[in-house]
Nanobody, 111 residues
Framework: VQLQASGGGLVQAGGSLRLSCAAS????????LGWYRQAPGKQREVVAI???????NYVDSVKGRFTISRDNAKNMVYLQMNSLKPEDTAVYYC??????WGQGTLVTVSS
C-alpha cells in the first residue's frame, strides 16, 4: 500500500484545514485508517482512527474539532480540522492498517 498525504499548510489559530490521503495498492476498504502527528521534539501520536466499518476514535485533545472520514470507492481518507490551535502544529501522517505510512504533510498554526 502506498499513501500520499496532502493539504497541509499555514493557518491562523481558529482556522480550518482539510488533509487528504490517497492510497494505492492492496485492498483498502478492509483496513483501519488513521492520522498521526509528530510535533518538533515530541513523539509521534495518534490523532484519529477510522475502522473498516466507519467507527471513529480520537485523541482527547482534538475531540469536537477534528473529523476523520473515508471514501473507499476513491481510496481516500480525510481529516477535517477545525478550530485549529498552535499546539496542533505538527507533521501529519496517514496510516493504513497500523502498518503503512504516508510521507507526512506539515500543518503550522500561528497564534
Amino acid at each position: 500500500v502506498q499513501l500520499q498525504a496532502s493539504g497541509g499548510g499555514l493557518v491562523q489559530a481558529g482556522g480550518s484545514l482539510r488533509l487528504s490521503c490517497a492510497a494505492s495498492g492492496r485492498v483498502f476498504s478492509g483496513m483501519a485508517l488513521g492520522w498521526y502527528r509528530q510535533a518538533p521534539g515530541k513523539q509521534r501520536e495518534v490523532v484519529a482512527i477510522i475502522s473498516f466499518d466507519g467507527i471513529t476514535n480520537y485523541v482527547d485533545s482534538v475531540k469536537g474539532r477534528f473529523t476523520i472520514s473515508r471514501d473507499n470507492a476513491k481510496n481516500m481518507v480525510y481529516l477535517q480540522m477545525n478550530s485549529l490551535k498552535p499546539e496542533d502544529t505538527a507533521v501529519y501522517y496517514c496510516n493504513a492498517n497500523f502498518r503503512y505510512w504516508g510521507q507526512g504533510t506539515l500543518v503550522t498554526v500561528s497564534s
